[in-house]
């Protein structure tokens, strides 16, 4: 069956590391998301992409940066960790014809 | 500017009970209407509504879609502890090729 898998699940880190987490759909979409989630503002996205080579900014994107070499992967890089980082992030993958995103399981990550 | 706005906030009700949670959008060039459910892990697609006055349904929840006055109401019949979760409504734009605009959830706890 297709999935969108995510990792690490869980990630602690310190201020100042960069960080990747990984997305991987199996699909075969072409529009990949990238989206936090925290307590009182729902989610919020923070980059996008429609196919390969193609990525956008979206509204929170400061501190944040993607890049897509295959239709597959969609890795997040956080340059310089802050404690302001500190979220759930799902990645989200669809197909431009339909619409509905389907969601990844989320990593929890932690900023200290 | 954009916006999606679910009512209420937080809802708390009984087993057995029926709810109605809400969903007003302003939104140019809009295309489609989601919602999504969201446990303690990913949000997983429910409805996606494109046309006015048809309701979508599935088991005890159903969904129906008012063009005219912006808005969708999500209803769930003889509630279940299992149904507790927030609910996400969101909605996908013509214009752009899969972008979801959110809206902040209702956070819906059924008790026993």
């Known amino acids: 069956d297709a999935e969108i898998t995510q990792s690490p699940r869980h990630k602690i880190t310190e201020t100042g590391r960069q960080v990747t987490l990984a997305c991987h759909q199996t699909?075969?979409?072409?529009?990949m998301f990238w989206y936090r989630q925290d307590l009182g503002h729902g989610l919020r996205l923070i980059h996008y992409?429609?196919?390969?080579?193609?990525?956008n900014k979206g509204e929170v994107s400061d501190g944040y940066s993607v890049s897509r070499s295959n239709t597959e992967d969609l890795p997040l890089t956080l340059e310089s960790a802050a404690s302001s980082q500190t979220s759930v992030y799902f990645c989200?993958?669809?197909?431009?014809?339909?619409?509905?995103?389907?969601f990844g399981p989320g990593t929890r990550l932690t900023v200290t | 500017e954009d916006k999606v706005v679910q009512s209420p906030l937080s809802l708390v009700v009984h087993e057995g009970d029926t709810v109605t949670l809400n969903c007003s959008y302003e939104v140019t060039n809009f295309r489609s209407l989601l919602w999504y459910k969201q446990e303690k892990k990913a949000p997983t697609f429910l409805f996606m509504l494109t046309s006015s006055g048809i309701e979508k349904k599935s088991g005890r929840l159903s969904s129906i879609l008012d063009k005219k006055e912006l808005f969708s109401i999500l209803n769930i019949t003889a509630t279940q502890t299992g149904d507790s979760a927030i609910y996400l409504c969101a909605v996908l734009k013509t214009s752009n090729t899969g972008k979801l605009i959110f809206g902040q959830g209702t956070t819906l706890q059924v008790k026993p």
């Open positions: 992409s429609y196919g390969v080579q193609d990525t």
């Open positions: 699909w075969n979409h072409n529009n």
């Open positions: 989200a993958s669809s197909d431009p014809t339909l619409g509905e995103q389907y």
